[in-house]
């Protein structure tokens, strides 16, 4: 019988106990591993503040002022930012930071550490239901939170998010597997919507067709399989089911993507050359055993440094080569076969396997950067080393030593290689170069360091095993934390954060500059630049801190009448953006032409689409615009003119926009290729603009109530199967 604690007027188990201090140890390996983040002495560095930075800072701002963000008015002329499929709206992690501490350089590393610790405690259960010992799947744990992918990727939070629900999704599953129970079904639904909201499509695309083949097998299985005929029906069902969950609670994120996709050019597709950029190339595999030395020289690479990097840890890369010299079962093989794939495609334009799915799998061309594969080839690798690991937990193989010495060998001899051919400078490297200079060396010079650096670990690694009367499982996880440190201290100041800024810096600039609240715009746009009010770090989509209307901006989600007009007609719009948000037109022409729209020096002319009503008054020196009101997703003025005139909101054209004038609806106009209008009657009128995407609107509240009800429902399964245990308690 398990010994039991009663905690709090609930009983645990020793094994929920032990469970408990192994998620303690982690969070406190991560936060030692990550110090320079997690201690907020550096800010995380590149796109992380050029993109979910300003969106979180501004989805955090509208839900504290109580507005749901379906529109950014800060960037590109304005964007219907729920629709962004990156843009962090309907992950509900934002909502909580947003909404209850606002976003700044310390919430976002919070967040981001957050996430990682997800990722190594997903990853910890998923080994661990797979069949691995604790310990054996605490070290892939550990191993997961230090990955290439992880450090690598830190600036792509997006990805990090990916890694940190793709276990947990991957482990509900093989839990229904398991048990054929609707919680597990309920919960993968869960997590797959997690996934999907917070992290980067590429990773849901791609998920799916892992699962699906995972369905597709174990459906088959089940049908052959004797004395189980009405298990196939069940797990259908429970499938299904979890699909239907999963439509729901995300209806919200698919129905803003494709209320807009008409309009937005990202949502179409990528083209193969698109798709193959960003790859994870042959010369990155170095990685795999010196990733230090993937830190720097694109040239060399092929690639975005982000891209390169696959470590998983030499511990672990040795007990994977082990594998191959054991017995090996069919779901091992799987794992394998699943991890060389995807390796394969991650290579990009060198292997054909990325290609082939760009054009035969759906959904395959709607993402760049094939070094996403890498991931799961990184995941397969893991639960590969982790069974190795555990075979050698249970029965030493003397296989091991062999192995790595091999690897030692290997390793000094390359580096005496690699001093025959050029200088490398290795004692300056070791006491000055890889701490503060890192990118003053070169490629050879990293590899031979870090190589050097592997080889003492393994030898150490050795000694320890022949010499040292500890359990085996305990020296390799020591030997994987001190390998795993070592390595995030190199890299990290490359991919992870900016080691030459201060965070309390940052904040102290935050505090000055940023903007709080939704102040009235009282300038021209061509005055809302996003790249004025550079500083340090902050040098993209600073409009959304500034809370200007710019015209410009940082994102790939664009809209494609706003790149007609903004790119195309130069010209044109260097003319028309000395006006403010809202102006009338002193001239009409209808149908555009650019050899007049180039040609034409007047700020108020204006193109316009099809008949308009009869206009007669162009004449500014008797109208009168003055803003009232405003709001992420709605705009109060009055405006006052002598006869009808044509108004001009200096947003883009969105079929959600809607305008009254004196509380009575009108007809919005497109003009300027992707500019709002009305026409506004003679007199002093009372005019609102607001987004109400209403398919939307309607959408998010259904994702809202399907998602309350199945927390409300995983809480009661959650708490019967709890009572249930604790009566059986009571009765022994």
């Known amino acids: 019988m398990n010994k039991r604690f009663k905690f709090s007027g609930e009983y645990l188990n020793a094994e929920k106990i032990f469970d408990l201090k192994i998620y303690f140890f982690l969070l406190l390996i991560i936060l030692v591993g990550y110090y320079n983040v997690s201690l907020m002495i550096h800010p995380l560095k590149w796109d992380m503040i050029d993109q979910p930075y300003p969106y979180r800072y501004y989805i955090g701002e509208c839900l504290r002022h109580g507005f749901f963000p379906y529109w950014l008015p800060y960037q590109q002329l304005g964007i219907p930012v729920c629709a962004d499929p990156q843009s962090g709206v309907w992950y509900p992690i934002t909502w909580v930071f947003g909404f209850f501490s606002g976003y700044t350089i310390y919430s976002l590393s919070a967040e981001y550490m957050l996430h990682v610790f997800l990722a190594a405690a997903g990853f910890y259960l998923l080994g661990k239901n797979l069949g691995l010992s604790k310990v054996a799947a605490f070290i892939l744990a550990v191993s997961y939170a230090f990955s290439g992918f992880i450090i690598g990727n830190s600036q792509h939070f997006y990805y990090i998010i990916a890694a940190a629900w793709i276990p947990f999704i991957l482990n509900s599953y093989l839990l229904l597997i398991k048990h054929h129970k609707v919680i597990y079904a309920l919960s993968t639904a869960l997590f797959a919507y997690l996934l999907t909201t917070g992290g980067h499509p590429a990773f849901w695309i ?119 010299f054991h017995k090996r079962s069919k779901l091992s093989i799987a794992i394998l076969i699943t991890g060389i794939l995807n390796l394969l495609a991650s290579f990009g334009s060198y292997t054909p396997v990325r290609g082939l799915l760009y054009h035969y799998v759906p959904f395959m061309d709607y993402f760049r950067f094939p070094s996403v594969f890498r991931y799961f080839a990184i995941v397969s690798f893991l639960l590969i080393a982790g069974f190795s690991m555990q075979a050698f937990f249970d029965r030493k193989d003397k296989k091991l030593f062999y192995i790595v010495l091999v690897f030692i060998i290997a390793f000094i001899t390359t580096v005496i290689g690699l001093r025959a051919s050029a200088y490398l400078n290795l004692k300056n490297i070791a006491l000055k170069l890889a701490w503060e200079f890192p990118n003053d060396t070169c490629v050879s010079q990293r590899l031979a360091f870090q190589l050097l650096i592997q080889a003492g670990w393994l030898v150490l690694f050795l000694l320890a095993l022949r010499f040292l009367k500890v359990k085996t499982a305990f020296l390799v996880l020591a030997f994987v934390i001190l390998d795993m440190f070592t390595y995030s201290m190199l890299n990290s100041r490359s991919t992870v954060y900016s080691e030459k800024l201060k965070s309390v810096e940052m904040r102290h600039f935050e505090k000055q500059n940023f903007v709080k609240g939704f102040p009235i715009p009282d300038m021209p746009i061509s005055q809302c630049s996003d790249s004025s009010g550079y500083y340090q770090h902050y040098w993209r989509n600073l409009s959304i801190y500034y809370k200007r209307p710019a015209y410009d901006g940082y994102n790939p989600f664009q809209i494609k009448n706003n790149v007609r007009l903004v790119d195309h007609q130069t010209s044109f719009f260097k003319t028309i953006k000395k006006n403010k948000l809202f102006y009338f037109a002193d001239t009409l022409i209808n149908g555009f032409d650019s050899i007049m729209a180039a040609s034409h020096g007047r700020p108020g002319i204006v193109f316009t689409e099809g008949n308009l009503p009869v206009i007669r008054n162009f004449n500014n020196k008797d109208q009168n615009i003055k803003i009232t009101g405003y709001s992420p997703n709605e705009v109060r003025l009055t405006a006052e003119c002598s006869d009808s005139s044509l108004l001009v909101f200096f947003q883009n054209f969105n079929k959600g926009w809607q305008a009254t004038i004196n509380n009575s609806g009108t007809q919005i106009h497109r003009v300027n290729l992707t500019l709002n209008s009305i026409v506004v009657p003679p007199g002093k009128n009372e005019i609102t603009f607001s987004y109400k995407p209403l398919p939307v609107i309607i959408a998010r509240y259904m994702s809202l109530i399907s998602l309350s009800v199945v927390l409300l429902f995983l809480c009661f399964l959650k708490f019967k199967k709890h009572h249930t245990k604790k009566k059986n308690i009571l009765k022994e």
């Open 206 to 324: 791609i998920l799916f067709y892992h699962l699906a083949a995972i369905f597709i097998i174990y459906s088959v299985v089940l049908f052959f399989k004797k004395g189980h005929a009405q298990q196939p029906g069940r797990f259908f069902i429970l499938n299904l089911t979890a699909v239907a969950i999963y439509a729901l609670v995300t209806l919200s994120y698919f129905v803003s993507v494709f209320y807009n996709q008409d309009q937005v050019g990202r949502l179409g597709g990528t083209t193969l050359e698109e798709a193959l950029s960003g790859a994870f190339t042959p010369q990155c595999a170095l990685s795999f055993v010196a990733p230090y030395a993937v830190t720097s020289n694109t040239e060399f690479l092929k690639t975005d440094i982000s891209m390169a990097n696959a470590y998983f840890g030499i511990v672990a890369l040795v007990f994977f080569v082990l594998y191959f």
